[in-house]
């Protein structure tokens, strides 16, 4: 693997990174409840590293083959992201920075942060067709070791940009609580819609199939 493919790895992945969607909208959430910017997105970092050695291992080729699985993964994936979009509308965040966040909050931010990037779907494919193509079977580093460098990367960019949203979110919203409901009604109702077209693409795919 030389430096000009990890780089023109950066670049696609920072693109994909860029790209508002459910963890944009996880953190922002975060962003509007004050102290726990980090542990959630500490709980999205380690739901892409699950997917990503998950690949590396090899396992993502046999889920991805496997119909039910992915389904399985789909389903599951996206009824968490309707319950977490359902929640936001009907309570939606507002800034709370003046208040101290108890440790047992920052664990629950970080799990339910695994769980938004771990158990959607989309990450997971992502890796599956993106990571191999930047891979050398001829490199001196074994595949796995290279997918898993790629991955670090990834993670790199997800961590620099997932903070500077959560921060951003809750300096700019810090004063405007009207404004903080409004974007996290929407953010909801985006984890709302993405949940819906996963699953309507998860029952189109069977439609076809029979």
Known sequence: MTLNMLAAFWAVSLLFVITPGVDWAYAISAGMRGR?????????????????????????????????????????GSAYLLWLGVNMLIHPSVPQAGQAQASASWARWTLKGACVSGLNPKVFLLFLALLPQFTDAMAAWPVPVQVITLGLVHAFS???????????SQAVLQARPTAAKVVSRVSGLAMILIAAVLLVEQWLGHLRML
Do not use: D, E, R
């Open 36 to 76: 726990v910017v980090v542990p959630a997105v500490t709980g999205l970092l380690l739901g892409h590293l699950a997917a990503i050695l998950v690949v590396a291992a090899g396992v993502g080729g046999l889920v991805a083959s496997n119909p039910m699985a992915l389904t399985l993964l789909t389903v599951a």
């Open 158 to 168: 997800c961590a620099v940009v997932y903070l500077l949203v959560g921060f951003g």
